[in-house]
């Protein structure tokens, strides 16, 4: 089995556009969709992100860190959550992004780990 990260993109503006209660309908459809995944045994871990202006980017590639306010790339779109499913292969995984990507009205790139090394 492979774990895949299914994880939503979006952006401030597009969420902010969101009527409150479409909102809570997306939260409930999301609540269901995740009960699905832990009934089918697929589910690793998942979460909601707070905002991309809440993110700090540390870089200690150099003698001493940097540390900067705000989100690494500076793009539109941004990670607003993720889920981690262990399934058997790519068609799996891409079934469960499509229902995750209906429950949160978002879109959901796919990406499997790497094996770990032997």
């Not at 979006?10 to 309908?25: L, M, N, T």
């Not at 269901?32 to 905002?51: C, H, M, P, T």
Request: glycine share 12%; charged share 20%; hydrophobic share 40%.
């Amino acid at each position: 089995m492979t774990q895949y990260l299914l994880s939503v993109h979006g952006s401030d503006e597009g969420y902010a556009e969101i009527d409150p209660a479409s909102v809570q309908e997306m939260y409930a459809a999301v609540g269901v969709f995740n009960d699905k995944v832990r009934e089918a045994g697929i589910w690793v871990f998942a979460g909601g992100l707070e905002s991309a202006s809440t993110a700090t980017v540390v870089d200690g590639t150099g003698d001493s860190p940097v540390i900067t306010d705000g989100p690494y790339l500076e793009t539109k779109e941004h990670i607003g959550g993720f889920w981690i499913i262990e399934v058997p292969d790519l068609d799996a995984a891409l079934r469960w992004a499509a229902e995750g990507s209906k429950a949160c009205q978002g879109t959901v790139e796919v990406r499997p780990f790497q094996a770990e090394p032997a």
